[in-house]
Structure formats: C-alpha cells, structure tokens
C-alpha cells in the first residue's frame, strides 16, 4: 500500500487523487491523507535512522567488523547514546552491517598416553570470584607463508583476560610454561591459584608440571577429547581466528604483530559479554575485595 500511496503523491496534480485511488484499488481515500500527514515524522524517523547508522558504523569499522548487533548496542550505551537493540540489529541488517561469525577451530589436542592426568579441579565452572585464581590455557596456530606459528595463552577466569601468552615455531612444552611464567612475572597470578587445561602432552609434561610447582600453582586437567572441559580458553582462540582478519599471513612476523595487536585490543577495547559489557583490564582495575565487618 505505501507504494500506492508514493505514486498517488507523486502524480495526484495530474490525475487527480480520487481517480488514483480507483484505478490503483485503494479502498479509502481517506488513507492516503492519513499516509501524506505522517510524512513528515517519516523523515524524521529516516533522518535519526541515518544519524544512528552512521555512528553504528564509525564503530563496526573502529573494531575492524568484529562487532554484531549486541556489542555495537552496548557500545552505542557506553558512549551515552540509549538505543534498543532490536533497532540497531534492523538497522544493520537493512544496510547489510554484518559482524564477523565464528569458524569451527581444529584441535591441537595430542594426549601423552603414558603420562598421569591431573585431577579436574574446574569442573566445567569457568568463573572466579577475585582475579588470578583460576586460569585456564591452550595452544593454537596461525598458518603462515614460512609455517605455522604457534601461540599458548594463559587467561584469567575471573575476567577473561590473557594475562600471558607465547609464541615459537613449535609447541614443545616450554610454549606453555613460557605463557604461564609471563602472566606470573606480570603479578597476575595468586599462590595456590588453579591452571585448567586440556591433556595434551604439553601440559602433562614434567616439564610444565615443574613449572606449576615452581609458581605455587596446582594443574587440572579436563577429558581426552572433550572440548566443553575447556570451554573458555576454546572460546578465545575462536574469538581471535574469526576477528584477526587474517587467514594466512605471509611471514611469522606477521603473524606475532597481528597477534600482539589482538591480544592488547581483546584486553583493553573488547567489551567482553560475561563481563556486563566491560573489556577484561576494566573489570580486574575496578576489582575491589570484599572485606568482612568486625563483630
């Protein structure tokens, strides 16, 4: 109808708006006065709708596509402006706005059948109540022009933040202890504290189990097999190989700026969604510990 409507608009001086609406079918008249008087809040709307498309926009390029519709609604509210998702989501479906999705991730996973399995300390719960408590890690890989490269992650629980990492040519087991030894040297882990990770020989090595005892910090490990027993650090590595941009990289090199680059914006710009929106450095800066009330 509001085609018919447009046409009789644009033509009713010629022809007349009572003919129009015959010859095209429309059964009131009185519609197409109705339709002619809410034009101008029509513009209005299409003129906001503009307005906020561009700003939606400037920030799906700001973070280089990675955001869908509900980072982008919550960004839009951090910036002051309150706006309803579901219109931020017409929007960019209308304009063809489009975050980048996920692709399924190949394991590393290669169990060391004749090492002994650290016990699950974890259990599936992948939160902490104070920062540097439980951690969980990984191994992953970049495909590159000279190889692959191989990057290990520490990351916090308690704000999902990668408080270390590593990267080499290999995944020998001094990869992760390098990863776990850089978020210690950085003051982000806690005596006692728990590091979750899959049985891949890398983490039932001694080498690494060394490493731990050195730290004061007591291995767990999830199932053979099971990706859900180290849900977090799996959902990392697929947050970073969907919004690197990169599939391939021509050198190594490459490869390390662009993951550096990742790991800073994933920790200081990402809003993160089990954090209410916050990005993982704001939610351990803002931390603050509870302290109980004298009797």
Request: glycine share 6%; with cysteine.
């Amino acid at each position: 109808m509001t085609h018919r409507y447009r046409f009789i608009s644009e033509h009713r001086a010629t022809y007349g708006v009572t003919r129009l609406c015959r010859v095209l079918a429309v059964p009131r008249r009185q519609g197409f006065y109705e339709w002619l008087a809410a034009q101008p809040a029509r513009e209005q709307r299409a003129t906001a709708d503009d307005e906020l498309t561009a700003q939606i926009q400037a920030i799906h390029t700001e973070h280089r596509g990675r955001y869908g519709s509900p980072r982008v609604t919550d960004e839009l509210r951090r910036r002051g402006r309150l706006v309803n998702r579901k219109r931020v989501e017409r929007l960019m479906r209308q304009r063809r706005i489009a975050g980048i999705t996920r692709r399924r991730r190949r394991s590393l996973t290669r169990p060391d059948r004749k090492a002994a399995p650290a016990p699950d300390l974890i259990g599936r719960d992948f939160t902490a109540d104070a920062p540097g408590r439980r951690l969980v890690g990984d191994i992953t890989y970049l495909p590159t022009g000279e190889g692959w490269l191989y990057l290990a992650t520490t990351i916090d629980l308690f704000n999902r933040e990668v408080i270390g990492h590593a990267m080499a040519e290999h995944m020998r087991a001094e990869l992760v202890c390098d990863a776990v030894e850089l978020a210690h040297r950085r003051g982000l882990t806690r005596p006692s504290a728990i590091f979750h990770a899959d049985r891949g020989s890398q983490y039932t090595s001694a080498r690494f189990r060394t490493t731990l005892t050195k730290l004061r910090i007591r291995p767990s490990m999830g199932r053979t097999g099971s990706c859900y027993d180290n849900a977090a650090a799996e959902a990392f590595f697929a947050s970073l190989k969907t919004e690197i941009g990169t599939r391939i990289f021509t050198t190594r090199a490459e490869a390390r700026r662009a993951v550096f680059a990742y790991l800073n914006y994933y920790n200081h710009n990402r809003l993160h969604s089990t954090l209410n929106r916050q990005t993982p450095y704001e939610a351990r800066v803002c931390y603050r510990p509870t302290t109980a009330l004298a009797a």
